[in-house]
């Protein structure tokens, strides 16, 4: 980067090698591209839609009603001693958060190829206000699990305080697998298939319509490597009071996976990053 004072104009030069030099750098500096992308993504996914942000609201509600008449009424899964609703709500929606964060920064690059191939600019912005769409989500969904507290009488304790503290927590879970799998679909197209799968078959690992608790003692430790399994149960925790058991060196091996996978994940975006023009 170079300055001309001449008419006192500010001129900036790409050179070659720019981007290695200043990268951190240029993520300050094309903070406000991250903020449109951001507000663009946020309002054209619900465009045109017959109930707009309410989808935000139906989608997790339908899973709630599902997964408490199978796994609460007719299975008689544990609840940790609250309402199995309020249980099953409290592990739904960090979930959510997290699929969908994943679910929409790994098609990021691909719907806007356009902008990749023709202007510099730190490509992970792209990946990152994705995100964000699945944070909103979130944040609106959170009425799903106000509303269940206030049917069922359930009181939390102060533990509903550390509440966002988790969802950021989830948020980073995230981050490692959506750098990741957005630099490989880039190259591997395939990746558009196989993310949905890899959605709904965490769904199923993951502790979101049962108590990590019927887990055997013995399994537990290799259980908690899946991070938003620990993810999960702190939210639990701070839903219920308490009630839940934390299960700390679970929640210990859970935090390193996510610090390892977000290392590895922005490392390979990185490594891939010069490439994406080319092959996009």
Do not use: H
């Not at 679910?103 to 806007?112: F, G, K, Q, R």
Request: with cysteine.
């Amino acid at each position: 980067m170079t300055n001309s004072n001449s008419n006192s104009e500010a001129i900036l030069v790409l050179a070659p090698g720019r981007s290695e030099k200043n990268y951190f750098r240029d993520l300050w500096y094309f903070r406000e591209l991250f903020i449109i992308l951001a507000w663009r993504d946020v309002t054209v996914r619900y465009k045109q839609t017959v109930v707009g942000v309410a989808w935000a609201l139906i989608r997790p509600l339908l899973s709630i009603v599902i997964f408490s008449i199978i796994f609460g009424g007719l299975a008689k899964l544990p609840s940790d001693g609250v309402p199995y609703p309020v249980m099953v709500s409290a592990g739904l929606l960090p979930w959510t958060l997290f699929s969908s964060v994943m679910t929409e920064s790994a098609n990021s690059l691909i719907v806007n190829a356009r902008l990749v191939s023709k202007v510099y600019f730190p490509r992970i912005i792209m990946p990152a206000a994705a995100g964000v769409v699945g944070l909103i989500d979130f944040i609106i969904s959170l009425l799903i699990l106000v509303g269940v507290m206030i049917w069922y009488q359930f009181m939390p304790g102060w533990q509903i305080l550390l509440l966002p503290v988790v969802a950021v927590v989830a948020v980073f879970a995230s981050l490692g697998p959506s750098l990741f799998i957005s630099a490989l679909n880039v190259k591997y197209r395939d990746f558009r298939f196989i993310v949905p799968f890899i959605v709904q078959f965490g769904l199923y690992v993951s502790p979101v319509a049962f108590s990590s608790s019927v887990i055997p003692e013995k399994w537990r430790l290799l259980y908690n490597l899946n991070p938003m399994v620990g993810v999960i149960d702190s939210f639990r925790w701070c839903v219920n009071g308490g009630q839940t058991e934390l299960y700390v060196p679970g929640l210990i091996a859970g935090a390193a996976v996510t610090v390892v996978m977000m290392f590895v994940g922005f490392l390979y975006f990185r490594a891939t990053e010069k490439s994406f023009a080319d092959v996009i």
